[in-house]
């Protein structure tokens, strides 16, 4: 399991998230029934329909329920509840349990990263998340990215034994959030955010045709899917939402970020970037969206430093540099003796270096140095010093060129001056720890006014929670997905100009950062 | 098999039977679809899905049919036809195959009744029958009648082998209708009608309740189930639709009497009768229908003669007596020697040794006889004589006193005198094989001008055919259900009297038989 640091809640900063009208995929309904008589000798299960019916149009038994209703009726004195599930165009009778059981109903929103699974367990009467849970993705042993997961795919028995990987991730964190099997059976429903080859891989579809072109999937949108004929272990005949995709490198993931930020509703053009172990970033407004993801190389997936390492006990998260003496503070998480340096330390650390005039603004190192020492030896967990080398930067200036290069050519091609700006919406890990006023001083985060800048968290996983809890949002989701417009990046000839051109701190267009500007201008 | 005097085709004898607009429980569509190119590079499950809605509305594909879809595309040069499967608030897609195989669309229409069971291969894009097979229910070794297997079914695992004898006997019948394994999984649907009884064994349901007050089935309608879900050897994902029932011995054989005879849409008053190994009468007409039903004891389900046989080769089938000599005229089926006689036999042995006054209106043999010879030793199979006793004439006698015990109390019930029938509906074999003359001579058919006599085959089979080709049809059995009161004749004390007063020939009331009162005098 992941800890803590690891597995953020569900908690859009700055981001409204409650939903008003609850209308979960799955809805629970006390029945009090008539015992049957001479004057009523409806059979049972026409009775339980016909009263369900009343309310919510077309409801269908599964053969399979149909046993259960008489021996629940006539144990309950005729006082039960029903599981109904959404299935699109009607409801399906999925369970019947004796007395009121009501307000006990309970669903999945669970968030499948590459690297990272995601579950939270979420009281589907109040819309709450009870509990989560994390751990990372049992595919990694089968390929560490998208591309080689694919790849694996095409193995013999490669794609069983990916989807039996991740289903052993997912069913995992589900005992880790209901130890009992009867508890697992009372989680009725499930809503799924993830890129588009996780969802192949979880239904057991061949990935193959995501990688050749044109690039078209099998399926952007699966639709709603019975647990059991995916293999997870919840209620059998729960509904399973994935979140819709709009191609192969636009998964629901990123239609999930769309939907949890609201940049679809507004007049005003909004950025949002994701950057995990893919890179996505949307440009638009209430009118249009445009998007483009980076997922072949390390440019977007990249970020490797010697000493880098996850956000875990040890790694030292925040760094501070003194621009005139070099000294450093840092902190770690938990206090521990320091490991590594992960994300957020990293670009606490550039941007000390950066501003301190330790480097330049082709991030190079001054004064012939080629490495920085961030914590000593003495202080550091393995006796060695942890350290910045002028290769770590120059592999992260590669992942943030390659961000701002997507971007300027996503900006350039729609014809929006960055002017237009008026929100900038940051999701998943990079959007959750990094220090804001870093990420703007190297770049990372655009100089908008600290309030347009919105870290919505793990968007992927909260989309999934708003699409388990409303059919509305289900709706929003899916006319988002129809409304966003790809822009190709990697059969675009300008992408790599813009890259190579792009590698300046904070921007190769200073005047798009005046903030940084002055605080440059401050420190000299 | 049954041989084909057992096994009606479907022909409803005067009644109009052809359904003008076709809306089959799965339709096929062919679909000439675009190759995915960099500018419209959907999903390919995506893109039928769509292409599908425009005609359909909302379209499900089930996790299993996905990973079909790219290849079958692919090899067909985009040009597939799409199996859908209605499920009552939306559709299916349960194939896809490639080229256009439109025009290959095959269903079943089953008629399971408690002895025997035929099914009909019916092609979907015309209507027709093309085929059918018949055989013993092999349920029959575990009880000759509803009670008997409603028992068997109490027993330790009892219900499970209910359930298997009656697949095995469907899935036995498909196998001579469709020989080849590819052949039946191009069958993507399946109507049936049958007592309530059968279609709770056939769904694995256990009957108990059926037989105990307040004889509450378990279901009534039970929609739209996959073959697979019940185990009949179509497509895995057919949809099966069950006639509805309205009660424990009123079943869906009976609404689709109903429905194939149209008496609920007749201004004038009409009676409906139904005498197989149960009896079912239903009176009404567009404004209310009534209907009782015979389930217990050997009263409706008796006729049981010495030589009595079933409608198989050899069986006296037509038998004519000279009213002043006493000679006997008769036919055997297939002309064989005879074996024994089969119900219309026995109709016309009693209504000519009635029209000769060789038994008077008490049914009783006169001058002293007791039994009369219909084949003499020398020309029968056994070398023995083949005879009427005068038992076999009661056992006869008290069948044909309770449907007339039946149908007057039900008449008597709602005010409605008999002059008021405009129509009589006979179904099943009861309807399908009597001689009409002799049928209304020993009063088991009323004296009606013949013209309003209708006989109407195999009423569940053919009503089978008509849902299983018409939503219009499934609605309107549907709205038959609702609206038929069920008149509980088993509780009626008044019953046993209108019993032991019926034994008359051809009715206790002879004004009701004027044609018959006419004939009578003629002879003496």
């Not at 959404?86 to 399906?92: A, L, Q, R, T």
């Not at 990694?140 to 034994?161: F, K, S, T, V, W």
Request: overall charge negative.
């Amino acid at each position: 399991m992941l800890n803590q640091k690891e597995t953020p809640i569900i908690l859009a900063e700055q981001v409204q998230t409650s939903l008003s009208n609850l209308a979960p995929l799955t809805r629970k309904v006390f029945l009090s029934l008539n015992p049957p008589s001479s004057l009523d000798n409806r059979a049972d299960v026409d009775q339980v329909r016909h009263m369900l019916e009343r309310s919510f149009g077309s409801v269908s038994v599964p053969r399979e329920i149909m046993p259960k209703v008489p021996g629940t009726c006539r144990s309950a004195d005729w006082q039960v509840t029903a599981t109904l599930a959404d299935i699109g165009c009607g409801w399906k009778l999925i369970d019947l349990e004796p007395g009121d059981t009501s307000r006990e109903q309970f669903g999945l929103a669970i968030d499948i990263g590459t690297t990272t699974v995601v579950v939270y367990l979420v009281d589907l009467c109040s819309g709450e998340v009870l509990r989560h849970a994390a751990d990372y993705n049992d595919q990694i042993m089968m390929g560490e990215d998208i591309l080689n997961r694919i790849r694996y795919a095409a193995e013999p028995n490669g794609l069983a034994q990916l989807q039996k990987a991740v289903l052993n991730t997912l069913n995992r964190l589900i005992k880790v959030l209901c130890p009992l099997p009867m508890e697992t059976s009372k989680i009725t429903a499930a809503a799924i955010g993830a890129n588009t080859t996780m969802i192949h891989l979880l239904l057991g579809l061949d990935p193959a045709s995501i990688c050749r072109a044109p690039y078209t999937p099998m399926i952007n949108n699966p639709g709603l899917i019975p647990a059991r004929e995916i293999g997870i272990d919840i209620h059998s005949l729960a509904p399973v939402y994935c979140l819709p995709s709009i191609g192969s490198y636009l998964g629901g993931d990123v239609i999930g970020g769309i939907l949890v930020s609201g940049m679809h509703k507004q007049p005003a053009i909004s950025l949002f970037v994701d950057i995990g172990t893919n890179g996505e970033i949307v440009l638009g407004n209430e009118d249009w969206l445009v998007a483009c993801a980076g997922a072949a190389g390390p440019a977007l997936e990249g970020g490797v430093t010697t000493f880098g390492m996850r956000a875990e006990p040890g790694a030292v998260d925040h760094v501070s540099i003194d621009p005139k003496t070099g000294w450093v503070e840092y902190s770690t998480i938990d206090n521990l003796p320091a490991k590594g340096i992960c994300g957020s330390g990293l670009v606490d650390t550039l941007a000390g270096l950066f501003l301190g005039g330790f480097i330049n603004r082709s991030a190079r190192f001054q004064n012939g140095q080629n490495e920085f020492v961030i914590v000593p030896a003495h202080e550091a967990a393995e006796g060695e010093d942890i350290v910045i080398s002028q290769v770590d930067i120059n592999n992260f200036m590669a992942t943030k060129g390659a961000v701002n290069a997507a971007t300027d050519l996503l900006m350039e091609n729609v014809g929006c001056p960055w002017q237009e700006i008026s929100h900038f919406y940051a999701a998943g890990a990079f959007g959750q720890y990094l220090p804001i006023e870093s990420a703007v001083t190297i770049g990372l985060y655009p100089d908008l006014p600290r309030s347009a800048i919105l870290r919505l968290g793990n968007s992927s996983g909260e989309a999934a929670r708003q699409v388990l809890l409303s059919r509305t949002k289900r709706l929003e989701a899916e006319a988002i997905a129809e409304k966003v417009t790809y822009f190709e990046l990697n059969a675009n000839a300008a992408f790599m100009d813009k890259f190579v051109g792009s590698k300046f701190l904070p921007h190769t267009d200073l005047e798009r950062y005046p903030s940084v500007n002055q605080r440059l201008q401050n420190h000299f």
